[in-house]
Structures are given as C-alpha cells and as structure tokens.
C-alpha cells in the first residue's frame, strides 16, 4: 500500500475505470436506482419514457458524486477501517483532488441535466440530497455524534422522493411514506454492522453508538427503530396506495425483521461470534429491496392496466 500511495503521490495515476466506478459506491447507487424508479412509477400521472431514462441516470449520477465526495472526506478514516482501507483514495490509486474534482462534477451534471429534462423542483431536491449526504452527515455529523445515522440517513431517503417529484413537480404523503421506510430502516441496519465493527470504528475515532452508549444501548434501540419501522413499512398497503401482495410480504418480512431485532437485543455484551447482529444486518438489506422491488412490480401491473 505504501508504494502504491508513493505513486499516487510522485503523479502517476494508477486509476483504473473500476476505481472511478468504486468512487460512486455502485451498491449504494443500485438502492439509490431502484428506489427513485419506485417512486418515479408509482407518482400519479404520465412520463415520457426517454425522460424518466434520463431522470434515473441523473439521480443515479447524483448519488454517485454523493459517494465521491464521502471517499474524499473520509480517506483519512477509510485508510484505518478495514472494511474501507481498499477504496481508491486510501489505497492511493486516485488523489484526493482527482476524486474531489469528479464529486463536484458529476454533482453539477446531475443537478444541471435533471433540472433541464424534468423539472427544478426535483433537481433542487437532488441537489439538497448531494449537501445534504456530503457536507451535513459527512463532514458535519459522522465524527461528531452517535446520532450520525440517524439524521444522515435522510440523504439515503430522498430518492423516491425525487423520483416522485420528477412525475408530478412536488411531493406528498405516498412519497413521504416511502421516505420514511428507508429512513428508519437506516439505524438498525447501520447499528447492526457497527456492533460487529466496533473495533474498526474505534480505531477511526468515528462516534457510533455502540462505541460511545454502550452495546446494551445500542441493542435496545435497534429493537426500538424495528419496532417504529415495521407498522410503517406496512403502511403502503393499510393507506390503499400498495397491492395485497405488498401488504402479505410487509408483514411477512417484517415479522421476521423484529424476530432478528429481539435476538439481536438479547445478545449478550462481547459476544465474539454476534450471530443475530449479523444476521439482522443481512436481512436487513433483503428487506428494504424486496419492499421497494414489489412495489414497482405492483406499480408497473398497475400502468400497464393489469390491475
């Protein structure tokens, strides 16, 4: 690593097309992608189908410079993190002003082309998301409180908002619905990983939950978040705007969610293996995808005149 670094910094690129991929954190970005589609297809009213094209490339590039900017900030802590210490930035194969100028690129890009192909409602609000994920949870809230996750994870959120927005030009309390859901899975599925990443997160100086409150404190709100999320992950189908097959598998997934959520309480303090944590974190990422994939599928039936 510390050749590659020296490299890095005597001028010579070692950047590959996949490290500028891996700058716009595509596993983030494909949430990000589906989640906007979701709520783009469920917004009342018609799209031209290039547009709406157009209108997921931006958000999806929009959350791409999201991801860039975060790996420019964080290359100190990210070197640190095992999980983290093979970006690009920290494993030097682009400089921090490379990764930098192409945050605040694409940035403008997205903002710029979604306000010209849709509407600058939802680019104002594309372009509130990238602040809002790069400068107020980023450099703002990640190393200065445990509650980072929580009011960050608003960043993650916005997408089927603007998604909406591209549609209609506003918001409203479907799409405020689906903020919602993704907001309060956020914490339990962060505090999840960071009870088995204490140490990593330690190291780094990052103030999460576990490593400030204490395991106990941490297992008791990640129950407390399931409790809040899973009524309103359901709530799609109880307000009539989501089909009995979302309703079925809600409570189905969420049942399950809340099983992992109380075995994850019940842990006990320095468990060295933390199945149920563990476990909670990988459910978790199954649960908010099946969620969001089944309302576009109703949604999609739905256009199509099928239901």
Do not use: C
Not at 277 to 289: D, E, R, T
Request: zero cysteines.
């Amino acid at each position: 690593m510390a050749g590659t670094a020296g490299s890095a910094r005597s001028g010579i690129s070692l950047a590959e097309p996949r490290d500028f991929l891996a700058l716009l954190k595509p596993r983030v970005m494909s949430l990000v992608v589906l989640t906007a589609i979701t709520g783009l297809m469920m917004a009342p009213g018609s799209i031209d189908a290039s547009l709406a094209v157009v209108a997921v490339l931006s958000i999806a590039l929009g959350a791409g410079a999201s991801g860039a900017l975060n790996m420019w900030y964080d290359a100190d802590i990210d070197a640190i993190m095992t999980r983290t210490a093979g970006r690009p930035v920290p494993a030097g194969r682009i400089e921090p002003r490379t990764a930098l100028a192409f945050g605040l690129a694409l940035s403008g890009l997205s903002v710029m082309v979604l306000g010209l192909a849709a509407n600058w409602f939802s680019a104002a609000l594309l372009a509130f998301t990238i602040f809002f994920y790069a400068v107020v949870y980023t450099m703002g809230l990640k190393r200065s409180t445990p509650q980072n996750i929580v009011i960050g994870g608003a960043a993650g959120a916005f997408p089927p908002m603007i998604g909406w927005a591209v549609v209609t030009g506003g918001v409203s309390l479907e799409s405020a619905i689906l903020f919602l859901i993704i907001f309060l899975w956020t914490p339990p599925h962060f505090w999840a990983l960071s009870l088995f990443k204490m140490k990593d997160y330690g190291r780094a100086g990052i103030p999460m939950l576990p490593n400030v409150a204490g395991e106990a404190a941490t297992r008791f709100q990640i129950l407390l978040y399931s409790l809040i999320l899973v009524p309103v992950g359901a709530a799609p189908f109880a307000l009539g705007f989501a089909g009995p097959v979302y309703g079925v598998a809600s409570i189905g997934l969420g049942a399950y969610f809340l099983w992992l959520a109380f075995a994850t309480y019940r842990m006990p303090d320095a468990d060295p293996k933390m199945l149920p944590a563990k476990k909670l974190f990988g459910f978790s990422i199954l649960y908010l995808f099946a969620l969001f994939v089944i309302l576009l599928g109703e949604a999609i039936v739905a256009r199509a005149g099928l239901l």
